[in-house]
């Protein structure tokens, strides 16, 4: 398994693992656009050539980052990989001086085993809602808020 930063022949195949998952409704769908301006937050795994799994790290606040657009493909999941991708975006975050890493989840388990805590939506600041209005699901967030101190 490769795990590396993502570049522009990658865009369509996480358009397609993340939007899969997001027409299941089991997270939220990303345009291109966004995979696009996002691509630098981005770590992949590849496996035989193929893109198995994606995470990225977004920056929000001062010392503040989200770990976001986590999916791997259903045949390769439980394997280690979601978890790998974590691990490493945690490490660039650290690296970037990042003090809280959080995240918004259906997968509150998965987030558990890696050492992240629930926590009330209100606890986080107001800018992280900033990309929420443009949600379907916005103002009614049925996500579990979770955080990690680093
Ligand atoms: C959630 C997801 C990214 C996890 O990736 P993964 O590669 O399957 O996870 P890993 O194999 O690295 O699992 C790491 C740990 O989390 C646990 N875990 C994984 N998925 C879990 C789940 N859905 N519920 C509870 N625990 C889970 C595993 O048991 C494992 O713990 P272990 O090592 O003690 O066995 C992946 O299952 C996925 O893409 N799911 C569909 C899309 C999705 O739900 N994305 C997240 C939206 S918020």
């Known amino acids: 398994m490769l795990y590396r930063k993502p570049a522009f022949a990658d865009v369509e195949a996480i358009y397609d ?25 981005m770590i992949v795994a590849e496996g035989n050539g193929r893109i198995l799994g994606v995470g990225g790290l977004h920056i929000t606040w001062d010392r503040l980052a989200e770990i976001r657009t986590m999916a791997v493909q259903p045949e390769t999941v439980r394997q ?3 978890a790998e991708i974590v691990k490493r975006l945690i490490e ?10 959080f995240t918004l989840t ?13 926590i009330t939506k209100e606890e986080l600041p107001h ?18 808020a979770m955080i990690k101190t680093l």
């Not at 259906?106 to 992240?116: C, E, I």
């Not at 990309?131 to 996500?143: A, L, M, R, V, Y």
């Open 17 to 41: 693992l993340v939007n899969n998952y997001a027409h299941d409704g089991v997270m939220l769908a990303r345009s291109r656009n966004t995979l696009y301006e996002t691509l630098r937050d």
């Open 92 to 101: 660039e975050a650290r690296i970037l001086g990042v003090d809280k890493v």
């Open 80 to 82: 280690g990989i979601g």
């Open 127 to 144: 800018k992280v809602w900033k990309d929420c209005i443009d949600c379907p699901k916005f103002p009614n967030c049925d996500e579990t």
């Open 106 to 118: 259906y997968k509150p388990g998965f987030f558990q085993t890696l050492g992240f805590e629930i």
